[in-house]
Nanobody, 114 residues
């Protein structure tokens, strides 16, 4: 069974940075388009950023220019570098394939607060 393990979340002040990681096991990672999602309290899960097997990226308008998605195929890992964080970025962050075809992992909590 494919497993997704997210890490790197935490509490950060507005304007700060965090780098999230997601390790994926038992999939042919290098040919799969991956994505980061987030779910804030009381809201639906939303797509934040995507990266194709060819390293093309796309971002939600709310994070464009602040977040960067990347991948290391040798490590079966996808990253999300988050800069200039805002309180509205507070959410549980998850990774999955671009079409969300895998079982969701436990996510990693990001809290942006002073």
């Amino acid at each position: 069974q494919v497993q997704l393990v997210e890490s790197g979340g935490g509490l950060v002040q507005p304007g700060g940075s965090l780098r999230l990681s997601c390790a994926a096991s038992r999939i042919i990672f290098s040919i799969v388009a991956m994505a980061w999602y987030r779910q804030a309290p009381g809201k639906q899960r939303e797509l934040v950023a995507t990266i194709t097997s060819g390293d093309s990226t796309n971002y939600a308008e709310s994070v464009t220019g602040r977040f960067t998605i990347s991948r290391d195929n040798a490590k079966n890992t996808v990253y999300l570098q988050m800069n200039s964080l805002k309180p509205e970025d507070t959410a549980v962050y998850y990774c999955n394939t671009r079409l969300a075809t895998l079982n969701w992992g436990q996510g990693t909590q990001v809290t942006v607060s002073s």
